[in-house]
């Protein structure tokens, strides 16, 4: 009886120090949810959501757990840099699916696929982050992939959805075509070998130097998509403008988690004999991200469309912090920029939602006079889009501040400056929609618009105000906040080299 009470916690530590023990639970809660769906008649939506908040809450709790406890699993490979990604990833999900529920409350729409493909993606971005195999990184980008387009078809009895869909899936197709073609090429000049580190160690670089340039092309070209990399981006604002607005928020903060995760482990454990090459073309694509996210984001009306651009050139920003390629500040600023950048859009899009269901159009102009109708709404939108554009004091200036110096230190002579101009010419379009909100008429219509549904809100179901705000303050003051206690997040994300 003795040795059963001793042996007992040594069982219970060892199953809650299984590395994947949080991917173990969100895959039973994404079992949990099909099933309820199929066999519950009346579709309890709340109880879908509430299985999905807790099991990501649950994960959150176990990874933070095993981040701090040595794993007793030596043939798992585990590092500071896979648990930021992994937590990062639950974070989106957790977060976005919370800006959702009022969505779909509101809508007409199927009640149990959102929660499910957003719980398949975010377990596929997961797996994403520590993936060690071609095999295996290939596999988890195709579900993340196939559950974003499914994601972005969402709301069927739309065209643009429905057109959205298409366009995502058939530039992933392409994207997904070039990545397959680099990794069969690492795979054959490799030996055979699927292990990243073991690839690497059985090229021959000096023999096979145009087919390893040739696939490290197509391993650029390939992830460029999923980053939406100038000239790869054509699909974004198309797929950003067509998809319902929680979708949106979910894709713009799951791309920039999941692919420079994917991007960092591949050219970092691949390609380090081709590190000039890759920075000089990486650099380019980024640059020119920059150069064109926020020039045209400027002429944008739509406001989906137009955070669809600005998406673009923070990809770019991102880069700079992997191109720095430095264990110690290189990618501590990448990460610390990433977490800022998940608050700071997902708190945009906490305004976005509601007003978008309230109103029924995502128009800039629409947004006119809107501090008379709703000051919470205002309230939002005031705090954060200064952050966007990196104006002191807000967290996204000190986030971008980090981030431009380590990669000026680590010789991004022509990126560091466009990054600084670019982020000026930011401002303007982030403040024209706070100066219309102040000052400018909308004649459309004076009704306020916390009574004004759309087509797709059912008049049954009344849209739950309170929560929202509360959702979208929460939102600002933690993605203003976080500007204080940088100095804490950075410590945390030093020494993340994998």
Known sequence: MNDINISLPKVILTFFNFPILPEIILTLSLVAIVVIDLLNREKNTILLYKIFLISTSISVGVLLYQWEIPSIFQHFHTSNFNFIFRFFMLICSFLSVILSADYILCSKMALAE?????????????????????????????????????????????????????KFLLMSGASSSLLLYGFSSLYGLSGGQLQLDAAVNGISFNQYAFTIYLSAASIIAGTAFKLSLFPFHQWTPDVYEGSPTPVVAFFSVTSKVAAPALFTRLFGLIFPYLSNEWHIAVGLLATFSMILGNLIAVTQRSVKRMLAYPSISQIGYIMIGVLAADSENGYASMITYTFIYILMNLGTFACIIPFGLR??????????????????????????????????????????LYLFWHGWKAGSYPSVPVALVTSVISIYYYLKIIKLMFTGKNGRSDTPITYRQNSLVSPSISISKSSLEIAMIIRALASTLSGIFIDPIIEITRNTFF
């Open 359 to 400: 109103t029924g159009t995502d128009n800039i102009r629409d947004y006119a006079g809107l501090y008379m109708k709703d000051p919470v709404l205002t309230f939002s939108p005031v705090l954060r889009s200064p952050s966007l554009g990196g104006i002191p004091p807000p967290s996204g200036f000190f986030g971008k």
């Open 114 to 166: 959102s929660p499910s493909f957003e719980l398949a993606a975010g377990l596929a971005g997961m797996v994403l982050s520590y993936a060690n195999d071609l095999i295996t990184i290939y596999v988890s980008l195709e579900f993340l992939a196939l559950s974003s387009c499914f994601l972005s078809g969402y709301t069927k009895l739309d065209l643009r959805s429905n057109e959205a869909s298409m």
